[in-house]
């Protein structure tokens, strides 16, 4: 089966995806490191947060067009947050859902990069379940 190359649309998924993992890990880590003083759980989603990359940037950001994202003004779901265990799981679940975004479409063009983010999805997912527990 030969991989074809994602289009322009396709790869302007990828970016919005992996900046919206890469900012749902950034929230957990940094409550876990300047909230929780959690060197443990801040050096494990930092390391995710750094693995989770596409060398090919230029062609993520060539295709990025942010201006006229449709879907650009907050939602009202956005907004409702009651206390920081509701941050921290909103934060994980959009790093675990861009997560899984990205394994699906590299598997038409990378299969490494697509098991790359398939590991830090299942990652987050143990991380999730041991940081929201705790939070109770």
């Known amino acids: 089966m030969t991989k074809e190359s994602l ?3 396709l790869f302007r998924v990828c970016d919005a995806n992996l900046n919206r993992l890469k900012e749902g890990i950034r929230v957990v880590e940094d409550i876990m490191r300047y909230r929780d003083n959690n060197k443990d759980f801040s050096l ?4 995710l947060r750094h693995i989770s990359r596409i060398d ?3 062609k993520l950001l060539l295709h990025r067009d942010s201006i006229k994202d449709v879907l650009r003004p907050t939602t009202k779901s956005e907004l409702n947050r009651t206390d920081i265990r509701s941050v921290i799981i909103a934060n994980f679940k959009r790093a675990e859902e861009s997560c899984r975004v990205l394994e699906e479409l590299f598997k038409l063009y990378d299969i490494k990069l697509s098991e790359n983010f398939k590991y830090i999805r299942y990652e987050l997912y143990n991380l999730e379940k041991e940081i929201v527990l705790q939070e109770k």
């Not at 494990?44 to 390391?47: H, S």
Request: aromatic share 0%; proline share 10%; net charge negative.
């Open 7 to 9: 289009s322009p649309e």
């Open 44 to 47: 494990k989603l930092k390391q």
């Open 56 to 58: 090919d940037i230029d």
